[in-house]
């Protein structure tokens, strides 16, 4: 590429990072500069949830600051992109600084859904989406806490977990039953069993909260089937949204994120997208692996050697309350297998569609999660599956 060629990275996350990489092994000459609005360099973010056990909190960095010196990549901290204009191709930041680009990656990532409900700003409700909260959440964890989390998915339970081994009281809510894209009733049940035992933990499911109350500091919730719950902390865990903003202001396609083919070729030849704040083939990934894959496939296109991302079904794994899960696919369905040990606490069922493996969830032992991630990928047959092990 022309020395005047340069590639502006908005986003401080997996996706930036894997990109940045990626251009610089493929151009040593590429001017390259990433811009966060974080102030810290990029981290590993799913490590947050851990850092609740570490004070002062540590953030796990992806790559040390001195690597973006050697590699002669600008690293842009507190740097918060508020406009793209396409026409001038320039980016524009929160303090009114503007730079100019050649080719634009997006990698902006998530942001907390935060319910609409009473009380929600109140001082001591928090949700953990970056090492800012990280730190916020640590002060508010100095006095022994009575936490309610408002979520029952992967990332609520692993928190409500860490929160317990650091002796804070934990009641999670929910209105769907806990980890309903990962477990049928089933599996629910036998995970709910195990899990009742905890001491100083409690789920509450089948009502969503009406209201966080409290006059000045958070007293309890309510719930909207009229119990009420006390607590002087809130967690919200209650999903992510794709990072539109951008490509809403400057025209882009998008949908739940921003528009990109199997490239990550946005609607503009000029502006590229990758990682959660992306859509690709209808999907948005929120997950680590895919956004560093996607980066990387970014990074391709940009440099003119096109690799191809290939959407597959990736799973998810919760190490909490004493017991392993891994869950991929789809979970329900009548035709499945289901290997039961109640003496060991192991529970796992394979789901099959027509004569392929489309899913399945392990609890206890996850030895075998690769092979079932790999049968779910490979739509193994039945008789494949048996044959490898799986059942
Ligand atoms: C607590 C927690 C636990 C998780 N655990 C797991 C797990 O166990 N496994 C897993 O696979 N995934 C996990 N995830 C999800 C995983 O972290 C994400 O899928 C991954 O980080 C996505 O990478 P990304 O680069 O697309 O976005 P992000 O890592 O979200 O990075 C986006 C970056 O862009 C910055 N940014 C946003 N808007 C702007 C702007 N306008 N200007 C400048 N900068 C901006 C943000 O500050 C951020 O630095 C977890 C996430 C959280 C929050």
Redesign the pocket.
């Known amino acids: 590429m022309s020395n005047q060629t340069n590639v502006v990275i908005?986003?401080?996350?997996?996706?930036?990072?894997?990109a940045a990489k990626a251009l610089r092994a493929g151009d040593p000459e590429l001017k390259i500069d990433i811009?966060?609005?974080?102030s810290i360099p990029?981290y590993?973010?799913?490590?947050?949830?851990f850092g609740v056990m570490s004070t002062p909190p540590e953030p796990r960095l992806i790559s040390k600051p001195e690597f973006y010196v050697s590699s002669n990549i600008g690293l842009h901290l507190n740097?918060?992109?508020?406009a793209i204009d396409r026409e001038a191709k320039t980016v524009t930041?929160a303090d009114d600084s503007k730079i100019s680009y050649t080719y634009l990656l997006i990698?902006?990532?998530?942001?907390?859904v935060i319910p609409k409900i009473p009380g929600v700003k109140l001082p001591e409700v928090i949700s953990?989406?970056?090492h800012r909260d990280l730190k916020a959440l640590l002060e508010l964890l100095k006095v022994r806490r009575n936490i309610v989390v408002i979520g029952t998915g992967?990332?609520g339970l692993?928190?409500a977990s860490v929160l317990l081994q650091v002796k804070h009281h934990v009641t999670v809510v929910g209105a769907s039953g806990l980890l309903k894209n990962q477990l049928n009733a089933a599996g629910r049940a036998f995970y709910e069993e195990i899990i009742k035992k905890v001491p100083d933990f409690e789920v509450v499911t089948g009502s969503a909260v009406k209201e966080i109350c409290g006059a000045g500091r958070v007293e309890g919730v309510n719930l909207i089937d009229g119990r009420h719950l006390e607590c002087d902390l809130v967690i919200i865990?209650a999903g992510?949204t794709s990072?539109v903003?951008?490509a809403q202001q400057c025209g882009l396609e998008y949908d739940k994120g921003i528009a990109i083919d199997n490239q990550m070729r946005t609607s503009d030849p000029a502006i590229f997208a990758?990682?959660?704040?992306?859509e690709v083939a209808c999907q948005t990934?929120?997950?680590?692996?895919?956004?560093?894959a996607?980066?990387k496939v970014a990074a391709s296109a940009i440099l003119g050697k096109p690799e191809i991302f290939h959407c597959k079904c990736?799973g998810?794994?919760l190490n909490a309350f004493g017991t392993k899960l891994y869950s991929i696919g789809f979970v329900d369905g009548d035709d499945s297998v289901e290997m039961r040990d109640d003496a060991n606490k192991n529970y796992s069922q394979i789901f099959f569609g027509g004569d392929s493996v489309v899913g399945g969830f392990m609890i206890g032992d996850t030895n075998k999660m690769m092979a079932l991630t790999k049968a779910v990928n490979e739509q193994y047959t039945k008789a494949q599956a048996k044959e490898q092990g799986l059942f």
């Not at 990934?285 to 560093?292: I, M, R, S, T």
Request: proline residues 5%; glycine residues 14%; aromatic residues 12%.
């Open positions: 908005i986003g401080g996350g997996a996706a930036a990072v894997s811009y966060t609005k974080e990029p590993f973010r799913p490590s947050l949830t740097m918060n992109a508020i930041f990698a902006t990532g998530t942001h907390r953990l989406c970056d992967v990332l692993e928190l865990s992510a990072n903003d951008l990758a990682g959660d704040c992306a990934f929120g997950l680590w692996e895919p956004a560093l996607q980066g990736y998810g794994f």
